[in-house]
């Protein structure tokens, strides 16, 4: 599939919806088909690195909210049946029992096959969500840069 491009707008922060994502990219990757994912508010989470969180220089509501959010794409919840966790426990087993990897592994395909990840500065900012704690593959950007990315592709999703 020459020359062709995806963007994908990551705004949900939940491990379903991540993970239906994260497939689509990898599998256009597969095809030869560039992909340049965009993280806005509550999709920054997918991203984010528990070993690398940081409550320095932040302020009191930026510190709450860094302690009461994922810590990464394990700690994503459901969008729907998560049930205080218990729900997601049920899908992961049966994505064992199936033989599916979990999200972790998608992402970490999604880097090794050349998905760019974009994250919102402003969404960043409000959050307080320095880059130092999400995925050294991250490059940010404002949302005009997201937009002229968008405009290019072939096909743009909303997550």
Same mark, same amino acid.
């Given at each position: 599939?020459?020359?062709?491009? +995806?963007?994908l707008?990551?705004?949900?922060? &939940?491990?379903d919806? %991540?993970?239906?994502?994260? +497939? ?5 990757? &597969?095809? &030869? ?6 993280? %806005? ?12 969180? #940081?409550? =320095?220089?932040? #302020? #009191? ?7 009461? #959010?994922?810590?990464g *794409? ?10 205080s ?7 992961? &087993?049966?994505?064992? /029992?199936?033989?599916?990897p *979990? ?6 395909? %999604? ?6 990840f ?6 960043? =900012? ?7 704690? $999400?995925? *050294?593959? $991250? =490059?940010?950007? /404002? ?7 968008? $405009?290019?592709?072939d +096909?743009?999703?909303? +997550?």
């Amino acid at each position: 599939m020459e020359n062709k491009k +995806i963007n994908l707008l990551m705004f949900s922060g &939940e491990y379903d919806k %991540a993970l239906a994502a994260l +497939i689509l990219a990898n599998a256009a990757r &597969e095809i &030869e088909v560039e992909v340049t994912m965009f993280f %806005a508010f509550w999709g920054l989470f997918l991203l984010r690195d528990p070993n690398k969180m #940081t409550l =320095e220089d932040k #302020t #009191t509501y930026e510190k709450m909210f860094s302690l009461m #959010t994922p810590k990464g *794409p394990n700690e994503l919840p459901l969008s729907k049946m998560n049930f205080s966790g218990l729900g997601k426990e049920m899908l992961l &087993e049966m994505m064992k /029992d199936d033989e599916a990897p *979990p999200l972790i592994d998608f992402l970490n395909g %999604a880097v090794k096959k050349g998905v760019r990840f974009y994250g919102c500065k402003l969404s960043m =900012e409000i959050m307080g969500l320095k880059k130092e704690e $999400l995925i *050294p593959e $991250l =490059e940010v950007m /404002d949302a005009k840069a997201y937009l002229k990315d968008a $405009l290019t592709s072939d +096909i743009q999703l909303f +997550i």
